[in-house]
């Protein structure tokens, strides 16, 4: 039932702050990840994890892409991400000590099953899933679950599978951290950012109507280009993702660090650029990259922390956001990508819910 909203993926937009709040259920305290977050077989799992390898599709292979920025970043270990149709018809090298991480919101996508099934003949030290619904196949395979509590999603276009995926990632994240050193204070500081999530996101959602506006800008556009930075990379390749799955306008996303090396010569009046654009480290090297759009005619629109001094300008729109820590940017940052999907596809009258030649989940390769 979409009860008040027009389209599921609206609904589901909407639901974020609630279902994400109902995946940090029962995992986290105000100030730790809970000893048993991942299951009490977990803590043998977590030992001795010397790199971790990601497999997914789609939306799910960009959380599994924001994860390894984490990984890396928290708890010290090697974490590679590859799509499942890539990873299962490849030899690969496996690693001592590796943990194989699948993320699927169905949980049967038959490329990641497959992925999962030649892992475990191949010998991984373990393997999780993070999945959305209970009795799949992943979740009956896997040795190890996160289940994220997202609910039914029906759009075809995944959105709070995502956030959802993301906020469980991040806990499974500080749980193998913990393994590895991490100081107590680092993990309070990030688990007291990820409590300020269901906030931060209802924050963006109140923007709406200014994102409906931004949207008309892209309604007559063929092209578009999203860019990003470190962990916002992968929120800039979900959102071109949401763009062209509903609104069928071609969008491509680049990190902004190699608009230089080819994308640039694309850039005029008639190509939009996106920019997510919340990490304060980056912001700096993120605007001179914008100037090099401008000075070639692009019309920009930028998604920046309020604090980031992105001022808008003759061709800059600027969404300002709240300001937000920098590990869980990529959660808050995806939902107005999500909204101006929403809305472009609404403005041009395409099946939001049912996105012509695309399934909920693919079960054939
Ligand atoms: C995009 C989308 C797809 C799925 C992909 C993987 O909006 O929904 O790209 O993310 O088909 O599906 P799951 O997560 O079910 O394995």
Redesign the pocket.
């Known amino acids: 039932d979409k009860g008040e909203y027009r389209h599921f993926m609206l609904k589901e937009i909407y639901e974020q702050p609630r279902v994400i709040k109902a995946t940090m259920e029962g995992r986290v305290t105000k100030t730790r990840v809970l000893e048993q977050a991942l299951g009490t077989e977990a803590e043998n799992l977590l030992d001795n994890v010397r790199h971790v390898q990601i497999i997914?599709?789609?939306?799910?292979y960009h959380a599994g892409m924001v994860a390894r920025y984490w990984i890396e970043e928290l708890a010290g270990v090697p974490c590679s991400v590859e799509v499942a149709s890539e990873f299962r018809y490849r030899k690969h090298v496996i690693q001592q000590d590796t943990l194989f991480l699948c993320?699927?919101?169905?949980?049967?996508?038959a490329d990641?099953l497959a992925a999962l099934r030649q892992a475990k003949k191949a010998g991984f030290r373990a393997a999780l899933g993070i999945c959305n619904v209970p009795g799949s196949s992943l979740v009956r395979e896997s040795d190890l679950v996160i289940m994220t509590q997202a609910g039914p999603e029906i759009g075809?276009?995944?959105t709070k599978?995502f956030t959802t995926q993301l906020t469980a990632l991040l806990i499974f994240t500080l749980a193998l951290a913990r393994h590895n050193g991490l100081p107590e204070e680092k993990e309070t500081e990030i688990v007291e950012a990820i409590h300020r999530l269901p906030g931060q996101v209802s924050d963006v959602l109140a923007l709406d109507g200014e994102i409906a506006e931004m949207s008309k800008a892209f309604m007559d556009k063929n092209h578009s280009l999203f860019l990003g930075r470190g962990s916002q990379f992968p929120v800039a390749l979900e959102g071109a993702?949401?763009l062209k799955?509903i609104s069928y306008i071609h969008a491509e996303a680049y990190p902004a660090g190699e608009l230089k090396h080819g994308p640039l010569a694309l850039v005029d009046s008639e190509m939009p650029v996106v920019t997510v654009a919340p990490n304060n480290d980056l912001v700096e090297k993120l605007k001179s990259n914008l100037e090099e759009v401008r000075a070639r005619g692009g019309e920009l629109f930028v998604f920046a922390d309020k604090l980031a001094g992105v001022k808008p300008e003759e061709g800059i729109h600027v969404m300002q956001l709240p300001s937000v820590h920098p590990i869980t940017a990529p959660i808050v940052y995806t939902v107005p990508l999500q909204l101006l999907s929403y809305h472009v596809a609404v403005l041009k009258g395409t099946d939001v819910d049912q996105p012509r030649n695309l399934a909920k989940?693919?079960t054939v390769e």
């Open positions: 997914a599709c789609g939306t799910s993320i699927s919101q169905s949980g049967e996508t990641t075809v276009a995944s599978a993702l949401k799955e989940s693919v």
